[in-house]
């Protein structure tokens, strides 16, 4: 990581680039500033990423966040609104916020009309950035662990799950007996508890369509206060964990595997439940989990699915297999993509970049 952070003329600009994550046990449902009803656990993703570079401008005295925002070099009034509104609520930990002119500009490396969710990333980037100026203007810019959980701390009260993003490989959020150091407030690393496989694992994220979600992620934890298999999920989801990093440690692919996929089916049940209830899935979600599952029978070889809170299916799968799997993904699944439109991803073993 570079230390070249600008510092001219009193103005500070840093950059940085903040991976997306999957998750595998699911975050679904919240309490309080942020916190999650269960813990949960993802792959830090290498392709899905937000790059963000932000300036810290000239003193005013509105004593509110006072924000210029692009996107991909465009205006963009909605996410400008959001931002400010976030750093407003953020202020009791960078006062400069409510002081200075802040210019930012983010950009995603996928499309923008790909369905993919760009909370995690945007908000893990976003934090980031602000550490690093909190840092800058208190002289104690070192990139070490405690910047990382500072930031991560940061970015789950932007969005809960942008907590796990800021570290490579996996990471995990929310207090379990099983994880020392756990919390509900921020995410710790798990790369060195993972066995070596995982570190290598393939993502490649089916696009079976590309529309925005009718409902969203927030939408979605605030009906589980009302779901009446809510604290049976709950229950569930602690079991899971235990069991999941089980076989993360051992790298027992079946249990990875079964943990995984149960977890996903899971998420999109809790929808189905809700009151209102709502189906995020498209057929064509359906026919490929089913597709998965028969050439994995067949085949006998381990290829998994996962879904976000969307249609879109993420193919996970080992190094070791990605001829034959990509085979059968090109051949079997690519048709009932969107335009076939694949994101070929991987784990990302570095985490977030520094840019400047
Ligand atoms: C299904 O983190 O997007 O992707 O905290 O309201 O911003 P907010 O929600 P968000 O929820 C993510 C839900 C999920 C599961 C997960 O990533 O763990």
């Known amino acids: 990581m570079s230390n070249s952070t600008e510092v001219k003329n009193n103005i500070i600009k840093v950059g940085w680039e903040c991976p997306s994550n999957i998750a595998l046990v699911k975050y679904w449902g919240k309490y309080g500033r942020q916190l999650p009803c269960n813990s949960s656990i993802s792959f830090t993703l290498s392709h899905a990423a937000t790059r963000t570079f932000m300036t810290l401008g000239d003193e005013h005295s509105q004593h509110s ?36 002119q802040l210019t930012i500009d983010s950009s995603n490396s996928f499309p923008h009309s790909s369905g ?30 405690d910047f990382y959980h500072r930031s991560s701390i940061i970015a789950r009260l932007g969005s809960g799950s942008a907590s796990r993003s800021v570290f490579g490989v996996m990471a995990t959020w929310g207090k379990h007996q099983s994880i020392i150091g756990s919390s509900d407030e921020y995410a710790v690393p798990m790369a060195a508890s993972v066995h070596p496989k995982f570190h290598t694992f393939h993502d490649d994220i089916l696009i079976i369509s590309p529309k925005e979600k009718s409902v969203s992620s927030s939408a979605g934890h605030h009906l589980m206060e009302g779901n009446p298999y809510a604290a049976a999920r709950y229950k569930q989801a602690g079991e899971r964990m235990r069991q999941l ?37 498209e057929p064509n979600s359906l026919l490929v989990i089913k597709k998965i599952k028969q050439f994995r029978a067949e085949s006998g070889l381990p290829v998994y699915f996962t879904l976000d809170a969307g249609p879109n299916v993420h193919v996970l799968y080992p190094d070791q297999y990605e001829v034959e799997i990509n085979h059968f993904i090109i051949s079997e699944l690519k048709p009932l993509c969107h335009e076939g439109k694949i994101i070929r991803d991987k784990v990302n073993i570095q985490g977030p970049s520094k840019l400047i």
Request: aromatic share 10%.
């Open 65 to 100: 966040p006072k924000v210029n925002f692009t996107f991909e070099g465009n205006e963009n009034a909605a996410f400008q609104g959001r931002i400010e509104k976030f750093l407003a609520s953020i202020s009791e930990y960078f006062p400069f916020v409510l002081t200075h």
């Open 116 to 145: 993919i969710a760009s909370s995690a990333s945007g908000m893990g980037a976003l934090a980031l950035c602000l550490c690093d100026i909190d840092d800058q203007l208190n002289k104690r810019a070192v990139y070490n662990d």
């Open 245 to 281: 990093l089980s076989s993360l440690h051992t790298g027992d692919l079946d249990t990875f595997g079964k943990i995984t996929e149960d977890e996903a089916l899971t998420l999109h049940a809790l929808m189905m439940c809700s009151d209102p209830s709502y189906i995020l899935m």
